[in-house]
């Protein structure tokens, strides 16, 4: 899977202020800063997230995926230190 086919799914499938993804075709890695996140704590969030991303998984396309959420005022905060 290509960095820009799975930055664009993840925007496709949930609204977001910001989403970086790195990776290497398999193994990935993401920031994802959503005002979805709102009132949810780290494990529901990644819920939400693995929740669209798992037919991908199943399939194998997706190997390894790793993310931090973020909701709007958490990135603005954490772009300050």
């Given at each position: 899977m290509?960095?820009?086919?799975?930055?664009a799914f993840i925007e496709q499938n949930i609204t977001c202020d910001h989403v970086r993804v790195n990776g290497d075709g398999r193994h990935f890695n993401a920031v994802i800063v959503s005002a979805n996140f709102e009132g949810l704590n780290t494990f529901k969030r990644q819920q939400t997230v693995y929740a669209f991303l798992s037919a991908k998984i199943a399939s194998g396309e997706l190997h390894a995926f790793t993310m931090k959420t973020y909701t709007p005022?958490?990135?603005?905060?954490?772009?300050?230190?």
């Open positions: 290509e960095l820009s086919a799975l930055k005022d958490e990135w603005r905060q954490a772009q300050q230190v």
